[in-house]
Nanobody, 127 residues
């Protein structure tokens, strides 16, 4: 059973950067599609980004495109989210998740498609 642990969250000023990491144990990430989601207080959990098994295919939410970069290192069993030009509206708990199955650019955005989740890491962007 793959277990995920996020790290790297914190408090940053608007315009700043943070790098989130997601480490896996109990299994290998190389056979899994990976994604990042976030949830702000009172809101639904929303899609941020997803990356295919080998990293060749990536999709971003429109709200983060051009500012966030998802990547993975299958050799280290980790995934990352580089977040630049952060805005107060990026404030949320960020979760990494994994899923099996085939890559589908649109379906990666559906949280119901994911099989496992980390516990989340808080990101707070001050104005």
């Amino acid at each position: 059973q793959v277990q995920l642990v996020e790290s790297g969250g914190g408090l940053v000023q608007a315009g700043g950067s943070l790098r989130l990491s997601c480490a896996a144990s109990g299994g290998t990430l190389s056979s899994l599609i990976m994604g990042w989601f976030r949830q702000a207080p009172g809101n639904e959990r929303e899609f941020v980004a997803a990356i295919s098994r080998g990293g060749s295919f990536i999709v971003y939410a429109d709200s983060v495109k051009g500012r966030f970069t998802i990547s993975r290192d299958n050799g280290k069993n980790t995934m990352s989210l580089q977040m630049d030009s952060l805005k107060p509206e990026d404030t949320a708990v960020y979760y990494c998740a994994f899923r099996s199955g085939l890559w589908d650019r649109n379906r990666q955005k559906e949280k119901s498609m994911y099989d496992g989740w980390g516990q989340g890491t808080q990101v707070t962007v001050s104005s």
